[in-house]
């Protein structure tokens, strides 16, 4: 196992809108290449464009190796698995000879800071894989760390509040819950693409809507990750005060927002 730490100029909400994709991340390992995920509806794998109802289910191509000889492996991996102050991935090949598993912890410093914590585990059923793989157990995880996720947050990561879009305010409230929420919901109905942002006592919500419809509500509440349908009900029933702005937005800024 390897782990490591960095410090990013970013809020943790920003961290996880990362972390919590999948194809986000294993396009930083650069090593996971998912070709299939698991449809709800359907009970099997399917490619992303057969899509209906995604699972955190993968089946996906491990290429590992040197510049003189790769290889590549099938397997699956399974993620995020979502805990307080953490976020986790794992995989292996099919052939149960290979397994890894990564885990983010996230602390938050200040509002615009997130010391971020980054800890591997690859692990090996025989030593031919070494050969294979050109790298040791210990090796690969400190490659994965400080080859791939260590550079990304250093030199490409760009906090979701730095993405210039072409956003109009249209609406902002403060005060008890019931008067925000309701504000909220006449909003709703009135957009066509935007997004609304929410925060309260250790609460920060975001919802996406397109069409007039909620496509998209995150919700953290504390270090407590919510999404659709949890987060919404976290929303609805939150009880404090409260600060909303509402942002219309053009349709093609909207969709890339959602991508993040």
Same mark, same amino acid.
């Given at each position: 196992?390897?782990?490591?730490?960095?410090? !990013?100029?970013? *809020?943790?909400?920003?961290?996880?809108?990362?972390?919590?994709?999948?194809?986000?991340?294993?396009?930083?390992?650069?090593?996971?290449?998912?070709?299939?995920?698991?449809?709800?509806?359907?009970?099997?794998?399917?490619?992303?464009?057969?899509?209906?109802?995604?699972?955190?289910?993968?089946?996906?191509?491990?290429?590992? *190796?040197?510049?003189?000889?790769?290889?590549? +492996?099938? %397997?699956?991996?399974?993620?995020?698995?979502?805990?307080? %102050?953490?976020?986790?991935?794992?995989?292996?090949? &099919?052939? *149960?000879? &290979?397994?890894?598993?990564? +885990?983010?912890?996230?602390?938050?410093?200040?509002?615009?800071?997130?010391?971020?914590?980054?800890?591997?585990?690859?692990?090996?059923?025989?030593?031919?894989?070494?050969? !294979?793989?050109?790298?040791?157990?210990?090796?690969?995880?400190?490659?994965?760390?400080? *080859?791939?996720?260590?550079?990304?947050?250093?030199?490409? &990561?760009?906090? +979701?509040?730095?993405?210039?879009?072409?956003?109009?305010?249209? #609406?902002?409230?403060?005060?008890?819950?019931?008067?925000?929420?309701?504000?909220?919901?006449? !909003?709703?109905?009135?957009?066509?693409?935007?997004?609304?942002?929410?925060?309260?006592?250790?609460?920060?919500?975001?919802?996406?809507?397109?069409?007039?419809?909620?496509?998209?509500?995150?919700?953290?509440?504390?270090?407590?990750?919510?999404?659709? +349908?949890? #987060?919404?009900?976290?929303?609805?029933?939150?009880?404090?005060?409260?600060?909303?702005?509402?942002?219309?937005?053009?349709?093609?800024?909207?969709?890339?927002?959602?991508?993040?």
């Amino acid at each position: 196992m390897y782990r490591n730490e960095i410090v !990013i100029n970013a *809020g943790r909400s920003s961290l996880l809108g990362v972390l919590t994709n999948p194809f986000f991340i294993s396009g930083i390992v650069g090593h996971v290449g998912i070709l299939r995920v698991k449809d709800k509806q359907k009970g099997d794998y399917v490619t992303p464009e057969f899509l209906n109802s995604p699972e955190d289910d993968f089946q996906v191509a491990y290429v590992f *190796g040197t510049p003189e000889n790769y290889n590549v +492996s099938l %397997g699956y991996m399974v993620g995020p698995e979502i805990f307080p %102050g953490e976020v986790k991935y794992k995989g292996g090949t &099919f052939d *149960g000879k &290979f397994e890894w598993e990564v +885990s983010f912890f996230l602390t938050p410093i200040d509002d615009n800071k997130t010391r971020l914590s980054i800890s591997v585990n690859a692990k090996y059923k025989t030593s031919m894989l070494a050969r !294979i793989f050109g790298r040791s157990e210990f090796d690969l995880a400190f490659h994965i760390v400080e *080859g791939h996720f260590i550079p990304f947050f250093k030199f490409y &990561f760009k906090p +979701s509040e730095e993405i210039e879009v072409n956003k109009i305010e249209i #609406a902002s409230e403060e005060g008890e819950a019931n008067e925000v929420i309701a504000k909220f919901k006449e !909003i709703v109905p009135k957009l066509e693409a935007g997004m609304i942002k929410i925060s309260g006592k250790n609460l920060e919500c975001l919802v996406i809507v397109i069409n007039k419809d909620i496509r998209r509500v995150t919700c953290l509440a504390g270090n407590d990750l919510k999404t659709g +349908s949890d #987060a919404l009900s976290l929303l609805l029933l939150y009880n404090g005060e409260l600060k909303m702005k509402a942002y219309q937005l053009q349709l093609e800024d909207l969709i890339e927002k959602i991508e993040e």
